[in-house]
């Protein structure tokens, strides 16, 4: 061990010469003998210390133990008592100070030596782990201050997407408002073409083949626009539950023929309508999205002259319902994506679409609570299966 420059606080003369000469035998240096805490204080306020012998019962104002309170207080030094009592009352008095060790007079070299040794070895200690708690505290300071900064960022990010999709919402519903009325105008002109090539015209056959394609171009366009209405609703968090009474019968009927009348590939919906009460409670807009948009997908991508099997039924308060067809199926690998927006699969060819049917579909089943399930195979098919609980 390296020799310290020790301070000895001992108001026994002769117990202090003794420690002098026992620490000095050890090749420590002796900073002075204060005989009392106040001049222990005033030494330490003038020199530095390694360590202090500190007697515990010393005379006057400041006894041992409120002596090393203020050491303790004050400067970084450990503190060794002495003290010739070991009694419980004495001890507790020690522990309470937190003394880097305490020797028990009369003592001896041997002894005296393992005790610095110890105080010295736990001082070093203390002040390796204290340094550690700083040095982890200002990480933690650094880490907590980067943390704050960067969730500042996201929200900023958060709060600036916000505006961005609100901004594109309304865009999208302005935008589409805007072509509905030059929609209508235009079916409605295409409507009297097809009228008037019903009297004799040189360019009869003619005018109502273009008036066909503007009617179906203008229907296509207008379906999409209501397509992106609804998302627009939908990323707002407008589209609300609205149930109320609806005439089943009349209901499904009219989705049928509404699909088959849209219907380009002579393409026939097998109808089987069991079980059913003759009025239900539900959104009826709801419903109507769910089954116009798998009817209407599943004609479009069976065979030309081919059927699709539309089944509907009850079963305890939950309305079942599946649309099967024989078309194009759905490749295994593209089926998790198919009720992402704007998805088609790789294998639809030419045949048109926006890819948004299938994701009003999910959404409107979500609003009211059901669920959409399918099974498809490549160029077998594919068969949707709806569930839709109902209120009582």
Not at 52 to 57: R, S
Not at 102 to 117: G, H, Q, S, T, W
Not at 271 to 300: G, H, R, V, W
Request: negative net charge; hydrophobic residues 40%.
């Amino acid at each position: 061990m390296n020799p310290l420059n020790i301070l000895i606080t001992e108001d026994d003369t002769v117990s202090a010469l003794l420690l002098k000469k026992a620490l000095e035998k050890n090749n420590h240096k002796i900073l002075a003998i204060a005989d009392s805490g106040e001049e222990a204080l005033e030494i330490l306020e003038e020199n530095t210390a390694d360590m202090v012998m500190m007697d515990i019962n010393l005379a006057g104002e400041l006894d041992g133990i409120r002596t090393t309170e203020i050491i303790n207080e004050k400067y970084a030094i450990p503190v060794v008592y002495l003290t010739a009592s070991s009694d419980e009352e004495t001890l507790q008095k020690v522990v309470g100070t937190n003394p880097s060790a305490y020797v028990i007079k009369p003592f001896n070299i041997r002894e005296l030596n393992m005790v610095i040794e110890l105080a010295i070895f736990k001082d070093r200690k203390e002040k390796e782990l204290q340094k550690l708690n700083e040095l982890l505290e200002e990480k933690v300071k650094i880490r907590t201050a980067e943390l704050n900064e960067a969730n500042k960022e996201l929200q900023r990010s958060l709060e600036k997407e916000r505006e961005i999709n609100e901004l594109k919402s309304r865009i999208v519903l302005n935008v589409s408002h805007g072509f509905k009325t030059p929609l209508t105008s235009i079916l409605s002109s295409a409507q009297l073409l097809q009228k008037y090539a019903q009297k004799d015209h040189p360019f009869k056959a003619k005018m109502v083949k273009h008036a066909d394609k503007i009617e179906a171009s203008v229907r296509n366009l207008n379906n999409l626009l209501t397509n992106v209405l609804f998302f627009g609703k939908a990323d707002e968090n407008k589209i609300a539950y609205k149930p109320g009474k609806l005439y089943t019968s009349a209901f499904f009927n009219e989705v049928i023929d509404v699909v088959q009348a849209g219907v380009e590939n002579k393409v026939t919906i097998a109808a089987k309508i069991e079980k059913l009460p003759k009025t239900i409670y539900c959104d009826q807009d709801l419903l109507y999205q769910i089954f116009e948009n798998l009817l209407s997908n599943a004609a479009k991508y069976s065979k030309d002259n081919g059927e699709v099997k539309f089944n509907v039924w009850m079963d305890e308060n939950i309305l079942h319902a599946s649309i099967k067809d024989a078309g194009i199926g759905i490749p295994a690998k593209e089926q998790a994506q198919l009720f992402d927006r704007f998805f088609r699969a790789g294998n639809v060819g030419i045949i048109e679409g926006s890819g948004l049917g299938l994701s009003i579909v999910k959404k409107s089943v979500d609003v009211l609570k059901g669920e959409v399930t399918f099974e498809s195979e490549v160029k077998k098919g594919t068969t949707f299966f709806v569930r839709i609980p109902l209120e009582k």
